[in-house]
Every structure is written in C-alpha cells, then in structure tokens.
C-alpha cells in the first residue's frame, strides 16, 4: 500500500469515527488511528466559563430579539400561521356583521315567543300558530310590531352596545332609550343616528298570537 | 434553525476550535465570544441555500482566530506554543489538565504544527465539515486536506511518543 492509497484508508476510517462509528480494526495505521479517536473525543469546552452568561447576555441585545424574530418567520409554518391569524383577524368584523342580519319576518317571532322551542321547528310550523286572519294576510309580523323599523335598521351599521349580564350567565344588550306612555300602556323611544321608533309596551291576549284550537 | 438553536448546537464546537488555536481559555472564551457576536449580527444574512450553517460559523471562527492571531503578533506576545506552556501554570488549568492529561497533551502536539496543519486539524475535529468542504473553506485541494490530515496526525503521534520517552 503506497502512502497515497493509505492516506485515502485513514481519512475514510477517520470520517467514519468523526461520524460516530468505531475505528476499523485493519486500520494500516493501528497507532494513527488511536491517536485521530482520541483527538476526535477531546472536548474543552468545559473550560469555558462563559457558555451560560454570553448566552443570555446575546439574547438581551436588541439585535438577539431582532434575529429571533426574523429566524421565527423564516419558519414556513409559523409564517402560515401568522398569515391565517392575519385573516380571521381581518374577517372577524365582517363575519359579525353578516350573522346580525336576521330576517325581517323572524326576529319579531323569536322575541315574542321566548319559551317556544321554536329553533328547530321550520318556519311554516311557527306561521301557522298565528290567528288566522293575520296568517292569510300575510304580514304575520308588520301588523304585531309596527313600531320597529326593521327594514330601515338592518341598513344602518352595527354598533356595539355595552354587553352586561341579566343573570344566570345571560348576557343582554344594554341601550339608552326614552320612556313615554302610550295610549294602552307605555314604551321605551329609541333614538338611532338613522331613525327614531318606539318599543311598545303593553298587554296582550294570546289570541292576538296564538291559533286556540279546541280538541 | 434559530439563533440560540445555532449557539446551543456548536458552543462547545466552536470553542474547540478556538481552544486548538489560542493557548489560554480566557483568550479562547474572549474570541469564542467575538465570533457569536458576529454570528449574532450577521445571522439575517445566512442563506441556508447556500450551505450548511457550521460552515457560515466557522468562516466566522477562521477569520476571528486570524484576527486574533494578527493582533497577537503585532501586540508582540508569546506564540502558540509557548502559551501552550503557560497555561499548564494556571491554577485552573491546571486542575483540569489533572484531570484531563490527556486533553493538555493532544493541546501541546497541536500546538507543535505548523500554522496551516494547525487549522486543518482544528477544522477537521471540531466543525464536523468534510474534507470537501474544509478544502472550500481553505482553499485547499481536497487531496492535499487528506494528506495534511494524515501528516498532522503522525506528526502529533511522534510528538507524543517522544514525550512519553522523556
């Protein structure tokens, strides 16, 4: 073995102790060989006295926070995180927006049947519990509550009103209104930057909602 | 991989490096400290495209250790070899060569090379690089790493031997 092809054996064997893997027993240089593992295992660092300190002391600088931070999205998946949180962010608005549009001619049924299950009942079911004559003229809801301008109110924008909480965990909507009194009873008049309308408040019959049917 | 990711990975490395060249620990932990500080700066411009990150750090380390050196030698100070020998009076190299004899022995033979062997074998046994790519780093044929590889090692065996006899 010429000293080129033993240089080519040792460096081989050696990168394969530098990788982890034990010196080859046919090593040409025995003695080499021992001597490269020794050196490969050799580890000072413990000397160093400022491992922990240089650390935290390279984290506190401005440029540590700045590169932390660009190495952070130099992460494809936080970079697509961000970007998806960026969205939901942007979204959210429009999101709450869209889910107050309530139709006209159902919002005035839920709020005046709150202990009827009505949810999951389709529309026709809740219709057919009017009288009648309110049913066949076909303004269930308009003739009930007249004094709320929904068709005006659903264009104006949303606002938010302070949320408190009506008990039992029930969170309720709170407004500021003017109480005046009516000629069978009283209501609240409500002033918005586009309308003015009046809650009514007074005493009704279930007839005036309700179909009695005798079995 | 993040900064601190980096520094955790290759301190000890890097150190190890720099131990091979600068004689006392202090020394070694003021240029270790040099070359994360410009790693630390320069961290947005690595491109991992371009390479493996420990061989972006120790073309850091190689120029701090040139840097050091250059700056020794204008200052007029001892050389390698003969700090090599005075770390062997400080107290606290001396209770780690107590312990590690081995470690203080493998330091003095490297000391014993020449400048270039010296670089080689630091690179060789502390960065993980191959041959291919410390031969990229230096400038060197990948053959002629091989064969100073090799030369190095026989070197240092024959150093010791001797020192063994005496």
Redesign the interface.
């Known amino acids: 073995m010429n000293e080129s092809e033993?240089?080519?054996e040792?460096?081989r064997e050696?990168?394969s102790v530098?990788q982890g893997g034990p010196a080859a027993p046919f090593s040409p240089?025995p003695?080499?060989m021992e001597?490269?593992s020794?050196?490969?295992r050799?580890?000072?660092?413990?000397?160093?006295?400022?491992?922990e300190s240089?650390?935290d002391r390279?984290?506190a600088?401005p440029?540590?926070f700045?590169?932390?931070l660009?190495?952070?999205f130099a992460n494809n998946s936080v970079r697509a995180a961000m970007a998806a949180a960026v969205l939901v962010i942007t979204l959210l608005p429009l999101a709450r927006r869209h889910t107050g549009c309530v139709p006209e001619t159902q919002a005035p049924v839920m709020a005046a049947l709150p202990q009827v299950p009505s949810p999951l009942l389709p529309v026709r079911a809740r219709v057919s519990r009017l009288p009648a004559a309110l049913a066949a003229s076909g303004a269930a809801g308009e003739e009930l509550f007249a004094a709320v301008p929904m068709g005006r109110l659903e264009t104006e924008p949303i606002k938010a009103f302070p949320i408190a909480s009506a008990g039992s965990g029930s969170p309720i909507v709170l407004a500021a209104g003017r109480e005046v009194k009516l000629e069978n009873g009283s209501g609240i008049v409500l002033e918005t930057e586009g309308a003015v309308f009046t809650l009514e408040r007074r005493v009704i019959a279930p007839e005036d909602i309700f179909e009695r049917r005798v079995i | 991989m993040t900064f601190n990711e980096m520094y955790d990975r290759y301190f000890n490395k890097v150190y190890n490096y720099v131990r091979y060249h600068v004689g006392l620990p202090a020394e070694a932990d003021d240029v270790t400290g040099r070359i994360f500080e410009a790693a630390l700066r320069n961290f947005g411009t690595y491109d991992a495209g371009r390479g493996p990150v420990q061989g972006w750090l120790f073309g850091i380390a190689r120029n701090a250790v040139i840097d050091w050196a250059r700056a020794r030698n204008h200052r007029g100070e001892v050389s390698l070899e003969d700090a090599g020998e005075q770390a062997g009076t400080e107290p606290r190299m001396e209770a780690i060569l107590e312990r590690k004899e081995e470690a203080g022995l493998i330091l003095e033979a490297v000391a014993g090379l020449d400048e270039r062997s010296r670089d080689i074998i630091a690179l060789k046994f502390s960065s993980g690089m191959t041959n291919r790519e410390i031969a990229l780093m230096t400038g060197i044929g990948e053959s002629n790493v091989s064969i100073l590889v090799y030369r190095a090692v026989k070197k240092m065996q024959t150093f010791l031997a001797d020192k063994r006899k005496l």
Not at chain 1, 42 to 51: G, N, Q, T, W, Y
């Open positions: 033993l240089i080519e040792f460096n050696l990168d530098l240089d003695g080499a001597l490269a020794c050196i490969a050799a580890d000072f660092s413990e000397e160093s006295l400022i491992k240089l650390r390279l984290a600088e440029a540590g700045l590169v932390s660009r190495s952070l």
